[in-house]
């Protein structure tokens, strides 16, 4: 092997490799890398794939129950769900390519988390996504927000999986760094899930799906681009999703596994070919040989590093049965796609790329992921922030107009304008479409079904990285039960700053702390995610953002709860304790400006017995609607609920003792709203709760009918007004008229 | 005065229509086609009678709406 | 009723039809693929279901419609077998000629997926026996080019011959209310000349049942269940 | 040898994403606009070597396919 390239000092720094990083390159393979492994060690060494500052955190997530089949580690996580099924889910961002391009860069979002899925051998079935944006004033939001709707809808609406839930939310803290977390969740059977681990020694390495262009080959090829005189114009690091080819993909994949010919198979992420290859090696203890020539590619004269760093899209590597390849291949023609033999597993343990008969890389395969750098980076914690008592922030405005303007806030508004551009009805098993707590969908044709939801309290974070963290694993677990799913697992989307300043990585390890604390006792086990470091805004980290993807399992989706109010004159009760927390709340940003005082806590003990009750009142037939309380409080809950029931509220009883508007906006933790039909009920219901041996109480609120909500001392608030003031702003904002 | 502007994908930029089209158009049997690439023309029709003013502005147009300048490249003309 | 649901690279509500069609028929429509020739032996319908046929890359529908299994489509139609289209099938309809017309961008250039509410034009056809004419059935509309745009002569004949299958309306019927796309005179779905070939842009299939949203499509798939030859 | 094809919207056929930018570019403060159209242009490499048969060959892609003929106008360049 020969270096046609000097690696220098500049080199290594352009491949984002530390000095002492590059000294253990040299150690762990005793010469100097061609220009080939230094790029192949980048790409593996990197934040996105080794995970070298987080590893050491997120090592302390359990990620074990009885329904876990796979916990974090391969492509996606997979619990059992029942009857012979398992769900398959992981969240992904897509966070900087979307700002530079907001449409590509949500797609190819959408596009990479999609394969995850489906290279475990489940078909997909739904989507949901997380965003965050920056402020709406700020000149690029609305052209960022327009963009990346759509690039989400136009790779969801093409691949034909429904999107059916979702959140959003702006923060002149994501202003030059946006969030694009994007979710898939797909259904296999329990006993027919496929993984990267290779097996076999000559078996055949193919590559399907697209062809290698020289997309996204990121700073590095700026710095590889002067060796190689064919190099044109600047070359963009966006990629170009295709929908449709990644649909053929999926077809193709799916009946090629169900042929019996692959043995392992891996998708083609980030680090595109070389990640891909080394994980199934290392995995399955094995060697890999590729040879490049065989690499079916877009443009002329691509080199070794650039198909070995190539982000295209679309693509797949598997190892086969050596005897089914031809079959394989004939299911591959048939749709149209790229198939090639391009190497082979080896037993030598070495990572051997070759290209016009030269070795360009000889490589140990396991010590690239096993000895990748692992840093514990120095990290303080988050100052303690004062508890604001509610008796100490009056009101400036009446609860009323506090109520509208809520309601109609960028935060709280309708995301309607958004998930209308979301086919969220494709596949023709939504049961519970944007808008509810939880999306429900049936699986095939019942009973069983799915409850989804994603949820994470930036400002809570940031105030109390560690109750942020805690309260974004309880409010998707609240958020599951409200609908009658019984919370099972989640994924996580672990949004930071720069993890080398020490403030930031202890958001990142609080934040973890929290996430683990409350998946333990809530029984809500961690199956897969992604950490996206790095983000900041000139200079200032973003709002610590661990987005939560939630999955629940509904025994019968006919059974599936909603949070709309079903008749008049029922009787309406707030479930959970009450003090009026205004605290790092959003009426205290919205109604008085200050964004300060610390987060409400979650007592993860009663919020599991208060969960284990909702679940019981609901699959006895006990209540007529159930909604959690979460942003906006009990106030905006009781909005929700008539809005979306067209029956209004009256209210005559607040929890007692507390300033009106605090007992209305505050956002104590572990509540739900419910409304019962009958006496009875009410009698059971309050029998159960106190019975429940724990601090739980409940309060009559108040009955339902007519067609405004009334707040006590306050003139009644129209449904029509309500509806007005929520669906209004972001159709009007997206227009510019706001 | 009438202006045109044609926007193209830059070279490398996967074109996932040029690419289906290209496969049609093949399986048509229309022999002798190597690559298609799809791009978007404007045809504009102005009042104004100062071609570089219009220009300017046309490009402006470009950079803020019309391409993509991350992976599109542009060209303006005035026809006249 | 013998059905046959055909599937083109990038079609994706295949399942979803062909659920409508197994709850309507009490069997499974066969699947066709688009390289296939011909259409099986005493099939009476034809259905073209929705999704993005060839990524809908240069013009929605334009690739597929000149797909093998086109050929004998058109035959079928020719003889006066029924042909439904729905969504990205009315767009492959309308780019292989079996009805007149374009589908456009809709008008405010975004995607749309919601509830929508339409009127019944007639209820005379074998697609729509079991609903009455002017009728307000609510279904669910899914696309980004459901404009439909025709020259004022095909409009005029359209109307003439009364044609219009479905109109968007609101819930209380007003049309021009409910239009969410720009289409003229507020077409939702045509008939062809014979009244055997409809294209439509929205999706009875999704609303067939209590559970999902309702069971207003279901009419269009009972009606076809029970057609039994022409007259 | 390399070809472009033009597909314009023939006149009188309405254009949505044309007036939508037309719209946008008038807030731009591009005076004067009177109307914009949007097309696509397609740009061909071939193997052939003889532009006559190549423009024969790239007219019938157009009506096979590149164009819908009811709204759409096409023009064909070989570059050579
Ligand atoms: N980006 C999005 N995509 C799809 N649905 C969304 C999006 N943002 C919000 N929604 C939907 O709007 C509803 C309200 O969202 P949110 O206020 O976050 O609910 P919750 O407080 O119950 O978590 C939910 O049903 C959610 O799925
Ligand atoms: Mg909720």
């Known amino acids: ?32 890398p061609t220009l080939t492994e230094l790029g192949i060690f980048s790409a593996m060494w990197n934040e996105h794939c080794s995970y070298k500052s987080s590893r050491l ?86 052209r960022l927000v327009s963009g990346v709707v759509a690039g989400i809808g136009g790779y969801g609406n093409s691949f034909g999986v429904p999107t059916v839930g979702g959140q959003m939310g702006f923060h002149s803290r994501y202003n030059g760094n946006i969030l694009v977390n994007a979710m898939a969740v797909g259904i296999a059977k329990a006993d027919e899930i496929f993984y990267a681990k290779a097996t076999g020694i000559g078996n055949p390495i193919v590559y399907l799906g697209s062809k290698t262009g020289r997309d996204g080959i990121h700073g590095a090829t700026m710095a590889s681009a002067a ?18 080819a990644e649909k053929l993909l999926l077809e193709a994949c799916l009946e090629l596994m169900q042929s019996g010919s692959v043995i392992a198979i891996q998708d083609m992420g980030a680090a595109g070919l070389t990640s891909s290859a080394v994980e199934m090696g290392a995995k399955g203890d094995l060697g890999i040989e590729l040879d490049l020539d065989k690499v079916p590619c877009r443009e002329e004269g691509m ?41 082979k597993t080896t037993d030598t343990l070495r990572f051997v790329v070759k290209h016009h008969g030269e070795t360009m890389a000889d490589l140990p395969i396991k010590e690239l992921g096993d000895e990748a750098p692992l840093y514990d980076r120095p990290y303080v914690e988050t100052p303690k922030r004062p508890v604001l008592a509610p008796e100490n922030i009056p009101s400036p405005v009446s609860n009323r107009a506090a109520l509208l303007r809520l309601i109609g806030s960028p935060d709280l508004a309708s995301k309607r304008w958004v998930w209308e551009q979301y086919d969220h009805l494709i596949l023709g098993n939504t049961v519970q479409q944007p808008g509810g707590d939880s999306a429900v969908i049936r699986i095939g044709d019942g009973p069983r079904g799915l409850a989804l939801t994603a949820d994470v309290t930036p400002r809570y974070c940031e105030a109390d990285p560690f109750e942020g963290g805690k309260q974004a694993v309880a409010e998707a677990y609240r958020n599951i039960i409200s609908v009658g799913g019984t919370p099972r697992a989640i994924t996580d989307n672990l949004n930071f700053g720069n993890p080398e300043r020490p403030e930031y990585m202890g958001q990142l390890v609080y934040c973890i702390r929290g996430l683990g604390e409350a998946c333990r006792v809530l029984d809500f086990p961690v199956v897969s995610g992604n950490v996206s470091l790095y983000n900041e805004t000139n200079g200032r980290g973003i709002l610590p953002t661990p987005t939560i993807g939630g999955v629940g399992v509904l025994d019968d989706v006919t059974r599936a709860m909603t949070l709309a109010f079903k008749a008049a004159h029922e009787t309406i009760i707030l479930l959970g304790n009450t003090k009026g927390w205004l605290g790092a709340s959003t009426w205290l940003a919205e109604i008085t400006g200050r964004e300060d005082g610390a987060p409400p806590p979650v007592d993860l003990a009663l919020e599991k017995q208060t969960g284990e009750l909702v679940l019981g009142l609901i699959r006895d037939g006990l209540v007529t609607a159930v909604h959690d309380l979460s942003d906006g409080g009990l106030a905006i809950g009781l909005a929700e609920m008539a809005m979306a029931g067209k029956i209004g509220a009256r209210i005559d009883h607040l929890p007692p003792g507390l300033p009106t508007h605090a007992a209305l906006f505050g956002e104590d933790q572990g509540r739900y709203l419910l409304t019962v039909a009958t006496n009875d009920q009410i009698a059971e219901i309050s029998r159960r709760v106190g019975t429940s041996g724990s601090d739980l109480i409940m309060h009559i609120l108040g009955v339902t009918g007519g067609d405004s909500l009334t707040l006590p001392d306050e003139q009644p608030i129209s449904i029509a007004a309500l509806e007005t003031a929520h669906e209004h702003w972001l159709p009007s904002y997206m227009a510019g008229d706001a | 005065m009438k202006a045109r502007i044609t926007v193209t994908l830059k070279n490398g930029v996967l074109d996932p229509q040029g690419k289906a089209i290209e496969g049609a158009l093949k399986s048509f049997g229309l022999e002798g086609i190597d690559s298609v690439r799809q791009g978007k023309v404007f045809d504009i029709e102005l009042d104004s009678n100062d071609p570089a003013k219009a220009e300017e502005l046309l490009k402006s147009a470009c950079e803020k709406l019309l391409a993509n300048t991350v992976i599109e490249n542009y060209r303006v003309e005035i026809l006249g | 009723m013998k059905s046959a649901v055909i599937t083109f690279p990038g079609s994706n509500r295949e399942g979803d039809v062909i659920r409508a069609l197994r709850q309507a028929t009490g069997h499974d429509p066969v699947s066709i693929w688009h390289q296939d020739a011909d259409l099986p032996k005493g099939t009476d319908l034809v259905v073209l279901p929705g999704g993005f046929s060839y990524g809908d890359y240069l013009r929605c529908g334009a690739i597929a419609a000149r797909a093998p299994v086109m050929d004998a489509v058109r035959a079928h139609a020719a003889r006066g077998g029924l042909v439904l289209g729905i969504c990205n099938g009315f767009q492959i309809l309308v780019e292989s000629g079996l009805l007149p017309g374009v589908l456009m961008r809709n008008a405010g250039l975004k995607f749309i997926c919601k509830m929508q509410h339409l009127k019944v034009g007639r209820s005379d056809t074998a697609f729509t026996s079991h609903y009455s004419t002017g009728d307000i059935i ?33 819930a209380q019927g007003d049309t021009k209310a409910g239009n969410p796309n720009g289409s003229l005179n507020d077409i939702a779905g045509i008939y062809s000349e014979k009244l055997n070939v409809l294209g439509m842009m929205p999706h009875p299939e999704n609303l067939i049942e209590t559970l999902v949203g309702g069971t207003d499509g279901r009419g269009l798939f009972e009606s076809l269940s029970a057609y039994r030859g022409a007259a």
Not at chain 3, 139 to 164: F, P, Q, S, W
Request: aromatic share 8%; net charge negative.
């Open chain 1, 1 to 32: 092997m020969k270096n046609a390239i000097a690696i220098t000092p500049e080199l290594v720094a352009q491949h984002g490799l530390k000095p002492d990083e590059y000294q253990r390159i040299l150690k762990l393979i005793g010469r100097e």
């Open chain 1, 57 to 142: 955190h997120l090592k302390g997530l359990p990620t074990k129950a009885p329904w876990v089949i796979q916990g974090p580690g391969e492509n996606a996580g997979v619990i059992d769900i029942g009857d012979g099924l398992a769900c398959v889910f992981k969240m992904e961002s897509h966070n900087h390519p979307s700002f530079i391009e907001p449409y590509q860069g949500a797609t190819t979002g959408v596009g990479g988390i999609l394969r995850d899925v489906f290279t475990m051998g489940a078909r997909p079935v739904a989507c949901l996504n997380a965003l965050r944006f920056g402020s709406p004033d700020h000149p690029k939001t609305r």
């Open chain 1, 227 to 244: 060796f190689d005189d064919s190099a044109e114009e600047k070359r963009p690091t966006v990629q170009v999703g295709d929908p449709f």
């Open chain 1, 303 to 343: 080199t070794a590093y650039e198909m070995m760093l190539s982000e295209s899209q679309e693509r797949m590597l598997m190892v086969l049965h050596p005897a089914k390849a031809e079959q394989a291949e004939a299911i591959f023609r048939k749709w149209g796609l790229d198939f090639a033999i391009i190497g």
């Open chain 3, 138 to 170: 609510k279904v669910a509309i899914a696309h980004g080019e459901g404009n439909y745009v025709a020259d004022a002569e095909t409009i005029a004949r359209l109307e003439g011959e009364n044609r219009v299958a479905f109109r968007y309306c609101d």
